[in-house]
């Protein structure tokens, strides 16, 4: 079974940096974009960003342009959102996914991927 783990996460104080990791078990991940989504509480979850299959390009919601950024290690089947200058409004359990859809530049729809991890929380104080 292909079976996801984010971890980095914890608490920070506004402006501070984390950089989360997700680690793949069960199969490779090269060939498939994947993607971060995150949900703060009482909250729908909602789009981060994405990573293509390639690696070298990504995409971002616009509240964390410019702070967040994602990269990708498929020789270890790893995944990373480094995050810079964070807010309270980060605050969220973050998950990492995989793409069901080879070969693509990556989704912001949640439909689109097959594969999720547990989560990890990012608390941000204000």
């Known amino acids: 079974q292909v079976q996801l783990r984010e971890s980095g996460g914890g608490l920070v104080q506004a402006g501070g940096s984390l950089r989360l990791s997700c680690a793949v078990a069960?199969?490779?991940?090269?060939?498939?974009?994947m993607g971060w989504f995150r949900q703060a509480p009482g909250k729908e979850r909602e789009f981060v960003g994405a990573?293509?299959?390639?690696?070298?390009?990504?995409v971002y919601v616009d509240s964390v342009k410019g702070r967040f950024t994602i990269s990708r290690d498929d020789a270890k089947s790893s995944m990373y959102l480094q995050m810079n200058s964070l807010k309270a409004e980060d605050t969220a359990v973050y998950y990492c996914?995989?793409?069901?859809?080879?070969?693509?530049?990556?989704?912001?729809?949640?439909?689109?991927?097959?594969?999720w991890g547990q989560g990890t929380q990012v608390t941000v104080s204000s």
């Open positions: 996914a995989v793409n069901r859809i080879p070969y693509t530049g990556g989704s912001a729809s949640s439909t689109e991927y097959d594969y």
């Open positions: 069960g199969r490779p991940v090269r060939g498939y974009a």
């Open positions: 990573i293509n299959y390639r690696g070298d390009f990504s």
